[in-house]
Each structure stands twice: as C-alpha cells, then as structure tokens.
C-alpha cells in the first residue's frame, strides 16, 4: 500500500466516525507510524508502506476513532514553540495558557524570581517560564506521581533540571519557603458540567485535573488561601480560571488581602486568567 492510500482509508475511516480533522489526523498519525514528518510523507505520496506499518497505522486510527485525543496518541503536544511529553495522567497544554506566559515573560523578563507552579502536570507552564527567564528557579507540584514523572522528563529535555524541582505533594505540604509568583491552572470546572464536555476530554483527560467540585471554585479558593502564606509581599498569583468566574474569583482575592492588577481574555474573549498581588 502507498501513503496516498494509507491516508485515504484513514480518512474515510476517521469521517465515520465523525471526527472532524479526518484529513489531518490521518496524514499525522501516518507520520507517527513512519517516524518521518507530515511535510516529507505529503511530498512522497507514493512511498510503499510495509505491512507491519499498516497494522500500527490502523491500530492509531483505531484509538483517534474513538475520540482519544491525538496528543496522546502521540504521547506530545507543542506548546510555547516546544514539544511536551504528555500521558493520561497530565492534561493536554492548551493555546489558551500561552496567553499567561506571554503577559508573565512581559512582567518578569530579566528579573530573577522564584516560581511555584501548582498542579503542574505536564510541566508546560513553569518550563516555558524558565526557559525565557534565564536567572530565575521554580518548584512543581502536583497531586499526581505520574504527572511529576512526566514534568520531570520534559525538564531534562529542555536541560533545565537544575532550575526546576518537581515533588509529588499536595498545596497544603508546600512551607517553608516563599516565592515571587504563583502560578496555577487548576481544575475550575463545575462537577456537573463535566458530563457536558466533549468526549475527548471527558473520557481521556485526567478527572481530578478538570473537575472543580460543586462550585467549580474549590481549587481556586484553596490556592488563594494557600498563596496568602507563601507569596513574598507583593508577590504575584496568576491563575487561570473558568468562562464567566471572574467575578466570584476576584471577590474572593480581595476578601483575602490580593489585589486584582489584570486580567487575560482568551481567543472567544472570555477571561482566561487573573493576576493579583499580595498586599
């Protein structure tokens, strides 16, 4: 079998069951298959395909079908110009959180600062950080072993072991040290919405990494009230939150001594994330 075959009986494969991105999803899965980029297989379309590669191809196409995300297929997803090991056990990064580094890189570049990221999963957030902010440390925690193990192995690709420690603990075992900012993105979703997500997401993605509990403010609140004992005076929290919660999040930080400074709109405009300092 050709290539331009292999991606046609993908893609007719890929369309009935009603995914989308048939096209592109079959010319990258039969990349993945081939160890060669979607780009060098679309100028070789006549390249033979060995019957053992079919059989992994389908084996993908299989999975995708099912509505298994392709960055865990993968088993990667790129983010800030890099490419994150991702598993089951970490979220897949989102373009969304690209805003938050952006506007933090503006706030913080050349500065040497201390960087807490909490439910770091894949890493993504306090790599991308640290990997612009060249004078600057950071620590990773995440309620989930395999997630570190993950964090872990993105930052020794990058070479930033040495900058970044990642620990298998939850919000409340982090003390005894203070940082210049906090960072976090963590599960803002009301519980019963969760039915209501796509089944990419609500089947593959982590639960505990999604789901926020009755108010989907649970998490929010225990960072904020958290951050209060180890934020640096003036230091900053930048949280990325929920469509429609920035107000009950903004009550909440001011109840607790923070002042709001911005706020990000993601691609829908809807606020995405908000930065406040601790008085």
Same mark, same amino acid.
């Given at each position: 079998m050709r290539a331009l075959e292999a991606i046609k009986i993908g893609s007719n494969l890929l369309k009935e069951n009603k995914i989308p991105s048939h096209i592109l999803d079959s010319e990258i899965l039969l990349s993945k298959t081939l160890g060669k980029s979607r780009e060098e297989i679309l100028i070789n379309l006549e390249q033979k395909i060995t019957k053992k590669n079919i059989s992994i191809f389908k084996t993908y196409l299989q999975r995708r079908s099912k509505n298994e995300p392709i960055a865990y297929i993968l088993e990667e997803k790129e983010f800030w110009s890099k490419k994150f090991k991702v598993s089951k056990d970490t979220l897949i990064p989102r373009p969304e959180t690209?805003?938050?580094?952006?506007?933090?890189?503006?706030?913080?570049?050349?500065?040497?600062?201390?960087?807490?990221? =909490?439910?770091? /999963?894949?890493?993504?957030?306090? =790599?991308?950080?640290?990997?612009? @902010?060249?004078?600057?440390? /950071?620590?990773?925690?995440? =309620?989930?072993?395999?997630?570190?193990?993950?964090?872990?192995?993105?930052?020794?690709?990058?070479?930033?072991?040495?900058?970044?420690?990642f620990f298998n603990k939850t919000i409340d075992d982090v003390f005894g040290k203070k940082f210049d900012l906090i960072v976090s993105n963590p599960p803002y979703i009301k519980r019963k919405d969760i039915k209501n997500l796509s089944d990419d997401i609500k089947?593959?993605?982590?639960?505990?990494?999604?789901?926020? /509990?009755?108010?989907?403010?649970? @998490?929010?609140?225990?960072?904020?009230?958290?951050?209060?004992?180890? @934020?640096?005076?003036?230091?900053?929290?930048?949280?990325?939150?929920?469509?429609?919660?920035?107000?009950?999040?903004?009550?909440?930080? =001011?109840?607790?001594?923070?002042?709001?400074?911005?706020?990000? !709109?993601?691609? !829908?405009?809807?606020?995405?994330?908000?930065?406040?300092?601790?008085?």
């Open positions: 690209e805003l938050l580094i952006d506007k933090l890189l503006k706030i913080y570049r050349g500065k040497k600062i201390s960087i807490l990221d =909490i439910g770091t /999963g894949s890493g993504c957030i306090i =790599i991308s950080l640290l990997s612009s @902010l060249t004078k600057s440390i /950071g620590i990773g925690v995440d =309620i989930s072993k395999n997630a570190i193990s993950v964090a872990k192995n993105n930052a020794f690709k990058y070479k930033l072991s040495n900058k970044v420690k089947r593959y993605e982590p639960r505990m990494a999604l789901d926020g /509990g009755n108010d989907g403010l649970d @998490l929010i609140k225990k960072v904020i009230y958290k951050s209060k004992n180890i @934020l640096k005076i003036k230091g900053l929290l930048a949280l990325e939150i929920g469509n429609e919660q920035i107000k009950k999040v903004s009550k909440i930080l =001011i109840d607790n001594n923070f002042r709001v400074k911005h706020v990000i !709109k993601d691609y !829908k405009n809807n606020v995405r994330c908000v930065f406040a300092y601790y008085k």
